[in-house]
């Protein structure tokens, strides 16, 4: 199930960060993004890096440069999450469309991973991030507009809570597409037709435990060469390879029109919902 953008999801997520704050801390966060323009400069296992563009309420500017702790970082679960979405259109779906799966959260819940910070985050800021303004407090003024941008962003944009984790949502979808293929495949040489046979259902230790066969790259040209489509299915592929791109996190291979009710009906089709 889906929710829909601007629901203030994120921002509740963040709930026990930001009453960790006193009152002047939090008419200070509220603020802040309104004198800032923040540039996200790089995401890694080190940190989030950033320029801060400060305006002054007297006149001016300045730019700040800071880098605060990942909330968490999944790079070495890719293969992991590459298998869940591949086996939930609907989750692949609800990101295209800019909207938060609740499905998917609350099956986040059970695996040991968060997109969100925990509790000891805060602690975390304060011991180890740091920004150029060399204020002794952390998190400064600056760092205060930087996560409020990131709050508002992932609100708009789903995906971006996985960029901030380690996940490249272009390349992970390139991923997401080649496990399909794979199975599709895979089902095609065992019986010649159809579609594989995999579980919607599946629980995160099960996930957890899943081997992942790595290097499926096979290319959406292949499956249409040797894999009977329905033509929904016939569409779908042709559109995924000539339509119009729209840039996802600076990579432009995903395609515009194609809607979140065909994708759910693609995943519906194939077995994989």
Not at 151 to 176: H, N
Not at 236 to 247: F, N
Request: with cysteine; glycine share 6%; aromatic share 10%.
């Amino acid at each position: 199930m889906a929710s829909r953008k601007g629901a203030g999801k994120v921002h509740a997520e963040w709930r026990d960060v930001l009453q960790e704050l006193d009152s002047a801390q939090s008419r200070r966060w509220k603020s802040a993004a309104k004198q800032s323009n923040v540039n996200i400069v790089s995401v890694t296992e080190q940190g989030i890096e950033a320029r801060v563009k400060w305006h002054n309420i007297g006149g001016g500017k300045r730019t700040f440069s800071l880098r605060v702790p990942v909330v968490s970082w999944w790079a070495s679960y890719r293969s992991q999450v590459v298998i869940w979405l591949a086996r939930r259109p609907d989750w692949q779906a609800a990101f295209l469309a800019n909207e938060w799966d609740d499905d998917f959260l609350q099956f986040l819940s059970g695996t040991g991973l968060s997109l969100f910070p925990t509790e000891d985050y805060l602690q975390q800021v304060q011991n180890e991030a740091v920004c150029s303004c060399a204020v002794p407090e952390n998190p400064c003024i600056h760092m205060m507009a930087m996560f409020e941008t990131l709050m508002r962003e992932q609100e708009i944009y789903p995906y971006k809570a996985l960029e901030y984790v380690g996940l490249p949502f272009a390349s992970l979808l390139d991923d997401v597409h080649a496990k399909t293929a794979e199975w599709l495949l895979e089902k095609h040489s065992a019986d010649n037709h159809g579609f594989p046979e995999t579980k919607t259902e599946v629980s995160s230790s099960e996930l957890s435990k899943t081997e992942v066969s790595e290097g499926a790259e096979t290319a959406t040209e292949q499956i249409q060469s040797s894999v009977s489509f329905w033509p929904e299915e016939r569409e779908l592929m042709k559109r995924l390879q000539s339509e119009p791109t729209v840039d996802f996190a600076g990579d432009s291979r995903f395609p515009l029109n194609i809607s979140k009710e065909q994708l759910e009906k693609w995943g519906k089709n194939t077995g994989l919902t």
